[in-house]
């Protein structure tokens, strides 16, 4: 299954980015929610743990997800998340890629129809390793912008667009909006220079780097603040609810409060 491969791949760029950290470093706050790079790595780490034990320890895995959901429903989810992974900083970075590099190669054998158990409804092997690949490279993104790195992206990065695509209808959905009859015309060109298109041009049309897009979609970035083009009252209504992720309702982010800062809290 290729797409654990591109997991393995997203974290590793991740993990880069965060290998000359000093433990100081991972406690500074992000764009997100005031989170801390430390936050960041817990949640990956936590949920990451939950997906690996979606295979084959769906007792342990109903037994943690039981306190993940009575902590999401009185907002304690977070509390939640810190209780259960006791690393932080440096010891954090580690524990957290050791389990990616452990879990790709075993994920990457499996079936990827396989059923998997998860929040709601069960989910292919594909689908759950895609997710997860998809929450590394959208909160992979505040840790970027927080030390002021330039990911350098990959066509990997496809895999999150097709789920934004696959997601119209939920981001209509989870907003109480009508779902539209047909997707807009995708024309998004991929980090390496390929064009890839979806859609019908009779609904709209969403024309620039694929990049962007997969921003919009989880909610990294402002519409206004990427090089989309946006043409047509569909087009326009799915890009300013797009959500590509499960759970309640969010609103994207304001223009101008995510982007990459100038300065780095790398040390050296």
């Known amino acids: 299954m290729v797409e654990a491969g591109d997991f393995l ?30 936050d960041v790595l817990v949640h990956l780490h936590f949920w990451n743990g939950m997906a690996d034990l979606s295979t084959g320890k769906e007792a342990a895995f109903r037994r943690v997800l039981d306190g993940a959901m009575a902590g999401f429903r009185d907002g304690s989810l977070r509390a939640f998340e810190n209780g259960a992974v006791g690393e932080r ?3 954090l970075r580690e524990a957290w890629i050791a389990r990616v590099r452990e879990m790709a190669p075993r994920w990457a054998a499996m079936d990827p129809k396989t059923r998997l158990p998860w929040v709601g409804p069960t989910m292919s092997a594909r689908s759950s390793i895609t997710a997860r690949q998809m929450e ?3 909160h992979g993104f505040e840790i970027f912008d927080c030390l002021g790195i330039e990911r350098e992206e990959g066509d990997r990065v496809r895999n999150i667009v097709v789920l934004g695509v696959n997601t119209l209808a939920w981001s209509h ?12 015309k995708l024309e998004l060109t991929a980090p390496s220079g390929v064009l890839w298109e979806f859609g019908d041009p009779d609904a709209g049309r969403i024309a620039g780097p694929a990049v962007d897009f997969a921003a ?5 970035r402002a519409l206004a603040d990427t090089g989309l083009n946006v043409e047509g009252a569909v087009a326009r209504n799915w890009m300013a609810h797009a959500q590509c992720f499960a759970g309640a309702r969010e609103a994207p ?3 101008g409060t995510r982007f990459r800062r100038s300065a780095t809290t790398q040390t050296g």
């Open 253 to 255: 982010p304001a223009s």
């Open 89 to 91: 900083g440096a010891a």
């Open 173 to 184: 959905e989870v907003h109480g909006l009508p779902v539209p009859e047909s997707m807009p």
């Open 216 to 220: 919009v979609v989880t909610q990294t």
């Open 9 to 38: 791949a997203e974290s590793e760029a991740l993990h880069a980015a965060v290998s000359r950290l000093q433990d100081a470093d991972f406690r500074v706050q992000t764009q997100f929610k005031n989170w801390s790079i430390d």
């Open 136 to 138: 590394t490279w959208a």
